[in-house]
């Protein structure tokens, strides 16, 4: 399961100087580390982790983010900070190759549906985005 942290710390993030903030990215990165003001007007710091549990979740946060010195941590599943911010999961989404081999046709075929509006399908810049839930 997957964890989002966030450490609050006791300056704000305003009076944080670029070189601060740049390393504590950079040490964090394979974290997935953002950066800025909290509720409480400290800075706080966001990572994300795979833990098997909570308690697990939460030691590996103090260790990756003690250095830091925070005031408050909060750790809960990701699932559940995502709902709590408003986001909404990104849905699964095929290739049109992908989409042909699912549903058992050639990639002209997975087109000519798209095309005619029989597939539902996104275009992201110069490709198409099928829906998992509509190939099966």
Not at 72 to 96: K, M
Not at 100 to 107: D, I, N, P, W, Y
């Amino acid at each position: 399961m997957d964890y989002t942290i966030t450490a609050t710390l006791a300056h704000p993030f305003e009076r944080m100087r670029e070189v601060q903030t740049d390393a504590i990215i950079e040490a964090l990165l394979e974290y997935h580390p953002a950066i800025g003001t909290g509720s409480t007007g400290g800075a706080d710091v966001i990572i994300s982790l795979p833990a098997d549990s909570l308690a697990q979740a939460t030691k590996t946060a103090m260790a990756l983010l003690t250095h830091l010195h925070p005031v408050g941590l909060e750790v809960i599943p990701t699932e559940l900070w995502d709902r709590r911010e408003g986001l909404a999961p990104v849905p699964e989404l095929l290739s049109v190759s992908q989409t042909a081999e699912r549903l058992g046709v050639t990639r002209q075929a997975v087109l000519q549906r798209i095309e005619a509006g029989k597939l539902p399908a996104q275009r992201i810049g110069s490709v198409w985005a099928v829906p998992a839930t509509a190939a099966a």
